[in-house]
């Protein structure tokens, strides 16, 4: 099993970036796939999560009316779309899968396998 998480980069303040987490070992569209984000000296946080069944999303405060989350079954691939970035969502992002259900999936607990992470940096 295998996340690979993508996309990330150096961006200015107001700018759009659009994260992606492709899948091996896995299926998207069977698992609930989720995105987290760690600032340096920060808790890990939960950014969005898309929900097996019928695709249902969640969001998290910080990022609610700013962020999408949306999967591609035939590309086995989660994306994440940020706009209006702010220089406080500068974080690594971390995409994670989970077979659970139906548990929360704004922590961590659920899920089970995680990528590596990719980097967003918004300059102000």
């Known amino acids: 099993v295998q996340l690979q998480a993508s996309g990330g980069g150096l961006v200015q303040a107001g700018d759009s970036l659009r994260l992606s987490c492709a899948a091996s070992?896995?299926?998207?569209?069977?698992?609930?796939i989720g995105w987290f984000r760690q600032a340096p000296g920060k808790e890990r946080e939960f950014v969005a999560a898309?929900?097996?069944?019928?695709?249902?999303?969640s969001y998290g405060d910080s990022v609610k009316g700013r962020v999408i989350i949306s999967r591609d079954n035939n590309k086995n691939t989660v994306y994440l779309q940020m706009n209006r970035l702010k220089p406080e969502d500068t974080a690594v992002y971390y995409c994670?899968?989970?077979?659970?259900?139906?548990?929360?999936?704004?922590?961590?607990?659920?899920?089970?396998?995680w990528g590596q992470g990719t980097l967003v940096t918004v300059s102000s």
């Open positions: 994670a899968a989970s077979a659970s259900a139906p548990v929360p999936l704004t922590s961590a607990a659920p899920y089970t396998a």
């Open positions: 070992g896995l299926s998207v569209s069977s698992h609930n």
């Open positions: 898309i929900r097996r069944n019928f695709g249902m999303t």
